[in-house]
Nanobody
Framework: EVQLQASGGGLVQAGGSLRLSCAAS????????IGWFRQAPGKQREGVSC????????YYADSVKGRFTIASDNAENTVYLQMNSLKLEDTAVYYC???????????????????WGQGTLVTVSS
């Protein structure tokens, strides 16, 4: 069965860090572009970051540049999102997805996404 499992969310104070994981089963993550999205209460889903298959190009939303880092571990078949210097506005449910369109700007990242993880809640408190 093909699955993406997102995990690692939680409650953290502003300025803190979390690492999200997106683990795949039933397919090899490295064969696909993988993206992280988030959706805050009352807001539309937005692309946060993506990593391309093969050459591992990485792109980030302007709002997280310099604070978030996306990385992949082929041995673990997992993509990570390291989130540092968290802000209140980073509070959202975070999702990972496969086969995303990974280009600068991230505006169309979710249009072709095939598989989605179930989401993991990140809450940043003051």
């Amino acid at each position: 069965e093909v699955q993406l499992q997102a995990s690692g969310g939680g409650l953290v104070q502003a300025g803190g860090s979390l690492r999200l994981s997106c683990a795949a089963s039933g397919f090899t993550l490295d064969d696909y572009n993988i993206g992280w999205f988030r959706q805050a209460p009352g807001k539309q889903r937005e692309g946060v970051s993506c990593i391309s298959s093969g050459d591992k190009r990485r792109y980030y939303a302007d709002s997280v540049k310099g604070r978030f880092t996306i990385a992949s571990d082929n041995a673990e078949n997992t993509v990570y999102l390291q989130m540092n210097s968290l802000k209140l506005e980073d509070t959202a449910v975070y999702y990972c997805a496969s086969d995303v369109i990974c280009i600068p700007g991230l505006q169309v990242m979710g249009m072709a996404a095939e598989y989605w993880g179930q989401g993991t809640l990140v809450t940043v408190s003051s």
